[in-house]
């Protein structure tokens, strides 16, 4: 009798133990993990995301990319080369430590040293005066009106931290040790960081001193990647994560047609498209021999015009696709509406090869991604069927993403025909109209360096110049259209395909924010 | 027997270099590893500092030998993508590889002998044609398949049991366990079983061969005619003798269950080594790849060694014959 008394208490007490009444944890998974904890070693997406629980910037951005302000209350441009930007009191990091000034002149240094993957966060000759302990000034060598622009990324780290742990520097490529921020972390954010274990699991619990009003209803979140598809969706189908990405294209409707699950889709930031070698006399990967058939304008507005794009939406997105017109997304620039997609059109598109000496069409090879982008390969299959209608004859080279980009990206640049996509890290024109509009050298140093087809305007390079520059946000988006309407209505410069859609797998427990640049912040999700 | 370990271990030296040195090749064709480790924006500069801090520019022998020095001082240097050091990753995730592995071996053996077994002895019985077509249904449905068909039974319609991961884990002394908990023996059912099924029917027809090949033979048939009963020849003479067979095929398969769980380690999210090695590979994650194919080689050579001892030990025969004349 009385030992069954003990075990019947025992389990009831376990029970209590187990479940206290209003734990809500939140689990989600995703493709991938992140890889480190330092938040300067790599300039992704979905880790600068994670990082962003724990750590904040001096800015944020809302759910709709608006600015707003983060650990900076405010700023305001006391001179065109002179930014003041005003700290928050009050703030504390997860170790206690409070926030100032000191920690802002520390990170930005951290953020340009070498092993940081996010030099580009500040440029190089920006300096960095503290006015006081809650007043940093930030003094340009040029006017820059997009200098706060990634800085909801830039996360602020604690510089006493640093110093103690001797982690000033982020842990270079070659360290033989790992870096003490590269295991831990210690951020002002809304979350604390309880574990972490590489590729197997993460929790995060929430911040009791954090200094901003909560949003989410959560007490515990963890983390798990999932590598497989299937699983990722068997997961949310069985109610074991909240939330997971991506939701492959071909599992959307199973995972609608779950009790309780539903998939959330919406644009996302990134344009696919297709690009030429417009810069090499003779294309190395087609039968054209002695010139360069994508030198001349007229090819490459066939190419355009010989692309079904809504059958590319319809057939292979299966709906979850927005062609476009433009390089970048309509979400990030204001006159985006005013540009129009050449129509589809394969008669005109043949017209256009005749009156550009290739009535009879040529070969070439199309290089793609197979792991990268929805549906990557699937399109370029397309885009060979399309083309093989105006006489173009394409061989299509798929490979997986790791060996794709060392064969495109800069310094090889082998490629003479391309699909990729491509978001501006900065969420604005200026990084386009700079890296994939401007003219580029051999080596792809500097201007030019995404433009791995080598298109060449010097008009638009003296308006990138001015764009750089440029205070007044009206005149700015004046001079972006200009160069917009010369890259593409004149010089079809690249062909733009479409924005991808983002697939999110949600149960319907749970509230999340759904924001353009995929970014996962669960610091917006609640749960029942 | 001492100059028969020696020989032995010095031709698993040689097997080694050769393994290193083939996977070192191959690891050229995989992709660039600096564009996993930097974003695709980089600038050039950046991509071509990483690339000499790595040492990826110098020539493939010159980076091999400098590879091999460390590795014999069991130093494999640090992940590309996690920045940490490739030992202790590998040992992070060993135990999960390793309990997953044994758990399917114990259930292959517990099942696979007792099924064997039967259906030697019971040729023409209902239900040994049934476990006979159920080992068929084994032996040729590839193990990703039976993965998704269970979990689909058992976590998304069903919901007993969790279609992912470990479950909660005990650290003891350094090694993570999922035994000692409800959900990380729940976690542990389904992998198990999926990564069983295939040597469970290997076994079953191994065994059952092997004994109807032994109850054919005289000594049996003596046995019977000295009276012995039944239980004593079966289990006694019979299956003591198709043992010598079993443990070959045992030890090698062990190898296989820890090398290749990594399609069920993949299916199911198994945080072990093989899931850590798939990662590896997309990522271009050199020093991971390198570590774990040399682990994998070394436990290879390790079980042919140890499945050789144990030739000796049930063997007479080969006891004798190892003996000096």
């Known amino acids: ?528 | 027997m001492i100059a028969f370990v020696i020989r032995r271990l010095f031709q698993s030296v040689i097997v080694m270099i050769a393994v290193g040195l083939i996977a070192f090749t191959m690891f050229r064709f995989v992709g660039d590893p600096v564009n996993q480790i930097v974003s695709i924006d980089t600038p050039r500069e950046q991509r071509e500092r990483v690339r000499q801090d790595l040492g990826l520019d110098r020539p493939v022998p010159v980076q091999f030998a400098a590879y091999l020095v460390r590795a014999a001082q069991f130093d494999f240097g640090m992940s590309y993508q996690f920045r940490q050091p490739v030992r202790g990753l590998i040992g992070e995730r060993m135990p999960a590889t390793l309990e997953l592995a044994g758990v399917a071996a114990v259930l292959a053996l517990l099942v696979g002998i007792p099924m064997g077994v039967f259906t030697a002895l019971r040729r023409d019985s209902l239900l040994a044609s049934l476990f006979m077509a159920v080992s068929l249904v084994g032996i040729s449905l590839p193990t990703f398949l039976i993965a998704i068909l269970l979990r689909y039974l058992f976590s998304v319609q069903l919901g007993w049991l969790p279609s992912y991961g470990r479950g909660d884990v005990v650290m003891l002394a350094g090694w993570s366990t999922g035994l000692l908990t409800a959900s990380g023996l729940k976690a542990l059912i389904l992998p198990a079983v999926t990564l069983a099924l295939f040597q469970m029917t290997l076994i079953t027809r191994l065994v059952r061969a092997e004994m109807l090949e032994v109850l054919r033979t005289d000594y049996i048939r003596f046995a019977r005619a000295r009276g012995l009963r039944n239980r004593t020849i079966h289990f006694g003479h019979a299956l003591k003798n198709t043992l010598v067979p079993l443990i070959t095929v045992t030890g090698l398969q062990l190898g296989s269950l820890i090398a290749f769980a990594l399609i069920t380690e993949y299916v199911f999210q198994w945080p072990g080594m093989g899931l850590l090695f798939l990662g590896a590979v997309q990522n271009v994650d050199i020093p991971v790849m390198a570590a774990y194919l040399m682990l994998t080689a070394t436990i290879f050579v390790g079980i042919n060694l140890v499945v050789d001892l144990l030739y000796a030990a049930v063997d007479p025969r080969l006891r004798i014959a190892a003996r000096p004349a």
């Open chain 1, 1 to 528: 009798m009385g030992l069954r008394r003990v075990v019947m208490a025992a389990i009831a007490a376990l029970a209590l133990l187990s479940a206290p009444a209003s734990a809500r944890t939140f689990r989600f998974a995703a493709q991938g993990d992140f890889k480190s904890l330092d938040p300067y070693t790599l300039n992704e997406t979905f880790t600068l995301a994670m990082h962003g629980a724990v750590y904040e910037g001096l800015t944020k951005r809302g759910p709709n990319l608006e600015i707003l302000p983060g650990l900076a209350e405010r700023w305001e441009i006391a001179e065109p080369t002179r930014w003041r930007f005003y700290l928050r009191k009050g703030v504390k990091f997860a170790n206690g430590e409070d926030f100032t000034a000191d920690d802002v002149l520390f990170s930005a240094d951290r953020v340009r040293a070498t092993g940081s993957n996010l030099t580009a966060r500040i440029s190089a000759d920006t300096q960095f005066v503290k006015v006081d302990d809650y007043t940093v000034d930030v003094v340009l060598s040029a006017p820059n009106p997009i200098l706060h622009y990634e800085w909801d990324t830039w996360y602020i780290m604690s510089k006493k931290w640093a110093e103690a742990n001797n982690a000033v520097a982020p842990t270079p490529p070659n360290a033989q040790t790992p870096g003490y921020a590269a295991l831990n972390a210690n951020g002002t954010g809304p979350f604390r960081l309880e574990s972490h274990q590489a590729g197997v699991k993460t929790v995060w619990k929430p911040n009791p001193a954090w200094w901003g009003k909560p949003e989410h209803n959560l007490t515990e979140v963890i983390f798990t990647p999932i590598a497989s598809d299937a699983t990722r969706v068997a997961a949310l189908l069985s109610g074991e994560i909240d939330w997971m990405d991506p939701v492959p294209v071909q599992d959307i409707q199973r995972v609608n047609a779950g009790q309780s699950t539903t998939v959330m889709t919406g644009p996302e930031l990134r344009t696919i498209f297709l690009g030429f070698d417009q810069r090499s006399n003779e294309l190395k990967y087609s039968n054209v021999k002695g010139r360069n058939p994508f030198k001349d304008a007229r090819v490459r507005q066939a190419v355009y015009q010989s692309i079904d794009i809504n059958a590319i939406r319809d057939k292979i997105m299966r709906g979850l696709a927005t062609p476009t017109p433009l390089m970048i997304s309509p979400l990030l620039y204001s006159r985006a509406g005013e540009f129009k997609r050449f129509p589809y059109d394969v008669e005109g598109a043949k017209k256009l090869l005749a009156e550009a000496g290739y009535p009879q069409g040529f070969e070439v090879t199309l290089d793609c991604p197979n792991d990268r982008y929805v549906a990557d390969e699937a399109i370029c299959q397309a885009v060979v069927g399309m083309m093989a209608r105006i006489g173009i004859k394409v061989t299509l080279n798929a490979q997986p993403k790791a060996k794709y980009f060392g064969k495109v990206l800069a310094p090889s640049f082998d490629t003479s025909f391309y699909l990729l996509g491509w978001t501006p890290s900065s969420f604005d024109s200026w990084n386009i109209i700079y890296g994939m509009y401007g003219c580029r050298n051999d080596q792809g140093k500097g201007r030019g360096e995404s433009n791995l087809g080598g298109y060449c305007n010097p008009e638009i390079d003296k308006l990138a110049d001015q764009i750089l520059s440029e205070n007044d946000p009206k005149k700015r988006d004046d001079l972006i259209y200009q160069a917009y309407d010369i890259g593409q209505n004149k010089d079809v410069g690249y062909v733009p395909l479409h924005q991808q859609s983002l697939a999110w797998g949600v149960s319907k427990k749970v509230k999340v924010v759904q924001r353009a640049d995929n970014q996962f912040l669960f610091y917006w999700a609640t749960k029942e």
